[in-house]
């Protein structure tokens, strides 16, 4: 995880670095519990608060059943995006000797 480099780890953000790395996937919680191997419960309790904020979308892919993406259509979603790719970038770069 790149995020846990600069903030907290918390489940939240570990989430949250799911979609960023996964910009253009739709997810179901049970994918995202399986990438963290975590519990469906625990992710089930963050994805609410991601759509409070905007920064996933919900699409409905079956009569009873949801998948989640990152919100591209929001700016603040994309700089966020942004900011994590150059984050992964300073972290990825091999150090001089």
Do not use: C, H, W
């Not at 489940?11 to 949250?16: F, K, P, S, T």
């Not at 975590?38 to 059943?65: A, D, H």
């Amino acid at each position: 995880m790149i995020l846990d480099r600069v903030f907290v780890k918390t489940l939240y953000m570990e989430v949250l670095e799911t979609f960023l790395e996964n910009p253009n996937t739709v997810m179901s919680i049970s994918e995202i519990s399986r990438k963290l191997n975590k519990n469906v419960g625990s992710v089930f309790r963050i994805i609410p608060e991601l759509k409070r904020r905007n920064i996933v979308e919900e699409l409905q892919v079956s009569p009873k059943r949801y998948a989640y993406r990152l919100n591209l259509d929001d700016p603040i979603v994309v700089r966020l995006y942004e900011f994590y790719i150059s984050l992964r970038k300073t972290v990825e770069v091999p150090k001089p000797r």
